[in-house]
């Protein structure tokens, strides 16, 4: 790609924004920096198989950068990537399915709508798992490859997003979360996401409206760009009644502040998950790092115990809830996974219903009692190291098979019980060099205090100044 065009990928998005604010740079130079790289790169990653180029062309072009230009909220014609689980209008969104190969909504949702009424440019979509997973490959747009050893899962289910913004092909995307899906990519891939609270990011009406088990939020290279991706993205929209208007001072700006963590608390494991001891290593050897920033570190943890079963149980009422009329129609273009979902939902009991939710409440109640006297809780994003591509989904932790498909990143939807801000931070590597997560979980609706303790942990790591990679072709 051209020298110049290599210039812009490699900017931070921060940077990239802050110099179209300023008309150093336009829309259009970085739309089509972004298709360059897609086109020079991602052949083999396959992080964003849906294209929009002409359509992000002609929004490039029709901006008014005067206006957004005095917005600080706006990403003023900053091209991003756009989760194919978000409706993105005039482009097909496929959920990874067969059944929606050629669906192609009106308008966007409602995540997708807020960022781009604060300037962002959607320049492609970004591949998934078919409905849900963590493993990022499905029937219509293939399987998508880990950037740092392209024999690797790049995770899931925003595996694509991650990929995406680890090899460089756009500067910011969308994620969404129920049990990890933008953790767990976000640690495969050594990028940073943030799963925020319920509201914080408006959802579409996809989704079961009340539900807060599933979250829209940022994917960024580093944390200076995840706040500035927050504060385009956060607001009231009307198709989400659990959204809400930000009130105080923007992420950005939250970001100057020097406020330390006093004490926090780290566990390999949760006292509840199997987890890889190279993971573990590798994660308590960066917890010390807050005892170097000044923060006491104990292992005085909450009870999660019968977080996971009730997890089980809320997970497959909503997959029967969202998918059950589509399962009636389409059982034969459905994956048995999925199949297996909606079925274990419709066999949900009341009481069943009740008991995970007198878990999640009393869970919630000893997240309150322990921030009384810590400020975060520390553990891995993911039990194992990225895993081999042609591995439908993992079977065993360090020997102990898993009973489901989804029991290998349980350490994720522990935390999704607690409804807390949580952010994945690279944190090192394996042996391998394959990238490892840290997961670092906040008060409720302290996203600002999380922001600026992730991104004093980040400055410490350094890894986020290895981005953009190069993908790796390992042999």
Same mark, same amino acid.
């Given at each position: 790609?051209?020298?110049a065009?290599n210039?812009? $990928?490699?900017?931070?998005?921060t940077?990239?924004?802050?110099?179209l604010?300023?008309?150093? $740079?336009s829309?259009?130079?970085?739309?089509?920096?972004?298709?360059?790289?897609?086109e +020079?790169v991602?052949?083999e #990653?396959?992080?964003l198989?849906?294209?929009c180029?002409?359509?992000?062309?002609?929004q490039a072009k029709?901006?008014?950068?005067e206006?957004?230009?005095?917005? !600080?909220?706006?990403? @003023?014609g900053?091209p991003?990537?756009?989760?194919?689980?978000?409706?993105?209008?005039?482009?097909v969104?496929?959920?990874?399915?067969?059944i929606? +190969?050629?669906n192609?909504?009106?308008?966007?949702d409602?995540?997708?709508?807020q960022l781009q009424s604060?300037?962002a440019?959607?320049?492609?979509k970004?591949?998934v798992p078919?409905?849900?997973?963590?493993?990022?490959?499905?029937p219509?747009n293939?399987?998508?490859r880990n950037?740092?050893?392209?024999r690797k899962?790049?995770?899931?289910?925003s595996?694509?997003?991650?990929a995406?913004?680890a090899?460089?092909l756009?500067?910011?995307?969308?994620?969404n979360?129920?049990?990890?899906s933008?953790?767990?990519?976000a640690?495969?891939n050594?990028?940073v996401?943030?799963?925020?609270?319920p509201?914080?990011v408006?959802?579409?009406?996809?989704?079961?409206?009340?539900?807060t088990?599933?979250?829209?939020?940022?994917? +960024?290279?580093?944390?200076?760009?995840? +706040?500035?991706?927050?504060?385009?993205?956060?607001?009231?929209q009307?198709?989400?009644?659990l959204?809400?208007?930000?009130a105080?001072?923007s992420?950005?700006?939250?970001l100057?502040?020097?406020g330390?963590p006093?004490?926090?608390?780290f566990s390999?494991?949760l006292?509840?998950?199997?987890?890889?001891?190279e $993971?573990?290593k590798v994660?308590?050897?960066?917890?010390s790092?807050f005892?170097?920033?000044?923060?006491e #570190?104990?292992?005085?943890? !909450?009870d999660f115990?019968?977080?996971?079963?009730?997890f089980?149980?809320?997970?497959? #009422?909503l997959?029967?809830?969202?998918?059950?009329?589509?399962?009636?129609?389409?059982?034969d273009?459905?994956?048995?996974?999925?199949i297996?979902?909606?079925?274990?939902?419709?066999?949900?009991?009341p009481?069943?219903?009740?008991?995970?939710?007198?878990?999640?409440?009393?869970?919630y109640?000893k997240?309150i009692a322990?921030f009384?006297?810590h400020d975060?809780?520390? @553990?891995?994003t993911a039990?194992?190291?990225?895993?081999p591509?042609d591995?439908?989904?993992?079977?065993?932790?360090?020997?102990?098979? @898993?009973?489901?498909?989804?029991?290998?990143?349980s350490?994720t939807f522990?935390?999704t019980m607690t409804?807390?801000p949580?952010?994945?931070?690279? @944190?090192?590597?394996?042996?391998?060099g394959?990238?490892?997560?840290?997961q670092?979980?906040g008060k409720?609706r302290?996203?600002?205090?999380l922001?600026?303790?992730?991104?004093?942990f980040?400055?410490?790591?350094?890894?986020?100044?290895?981005?953009p990679i190069?993908?790796?072709?390992i042999?």
């Open positions: 790609m051209s020298d065009n210039d812009f $990928i490699q900017m931070t998005a940077e990239a924004v802050n110099r604010r300023s008309k150093e $740079i829309p259009l130079d970085l739309v089509e920096a972004s298709i360059q790289r897609i +020079a991602d052949t #990653v396959n992080a198989p849906i294209h180029f002409e359509q992000a062309r002609e029709s901006l008014d950068l206006e957004h230009a005095g917005n !600080p909220k706006s990403l @003023c900053l991003i990537a756009v989760k194919d689980y978000n409706d993105l209008g005039g482009a969104t496929t959920y990874g399915s067969p929606f +190969a050629d192609v909504p009106l308008k966007s409602a995540t997708v709508r604060n300037g440019i959607a320049v492609a970004s591949n078919e409905w849900a997973g963590g493993h990022t490959f499905n219509v293939g399987l998508t950037p740092w050893d392209m899962s790049a995770g899931g289910s595996g694509g997003s991650s995406a913004l090899s460089g756009v500067w910011l995307a969308t994620g979360d129920l049990g990890g933008l953790r767990t990519p640690a495969f050594g990028i996401g943030l799963r925020p609270s509201g914080r408006p959802r579409g009406t996809r989704l079961p409206s009340m539900d088990l599933w979250v829209e939020g940022p994917l +960024a290279r580093n944390v200076d760009d995840l +706040a500035l991706m927050l504060d385009a993205g956060v607001g009231q009307i198709d989400d009644p959204s809400f208007d930000h105080g001072p992420f950005v700006e939250t100057q502040g020097t330390m006093k004490r926090v608390a390999p494991d006292s509840i998950v199997s987890m890889e001891k $993971i573990a994660c308590g050897g960066a917890s790092i005892a170097d920033l000044g923060a #570190v104990t292992d005085d943890i !909450p115990t019968g977080v996971l079963e009730a089980q149980t809320l997970r497959a #009422v997959f029967a809830t969202m998918m059950g009329p589509i399962l009636l129609k389409h059982r273009q459905i994956a048995p996974e999925i297996g979902n909606i079925e274990l939902g419709l066999r949900i009991t009481s069943q219903i009740f008991d995970a939710e007198r878990v999640r409440i009393e869970l109640k997240v322990f009384e006297t975060f809780l520390i @553990c891995p039990s194992i190291a990225p895993f591509v591995q439908r989904y993992v079977t065993e932790i360090d020997g102990k098979p @898993c009973e489901t498909y989804i029991d290998w990143f350490i522990a935390l409804a807390c949580t952010i994945s931070v690279p @944190c090192g590597f394996t042996t391998e394959l990238p490892v997560g840290i670092i979980m409720p302290g996203e600002a205090a922001l600026l303790a992730a991104k004093r980040e400055q410490a790591v350094g890894i986020s100044k290895q981005l190069t993908p790796k072709k042999i």
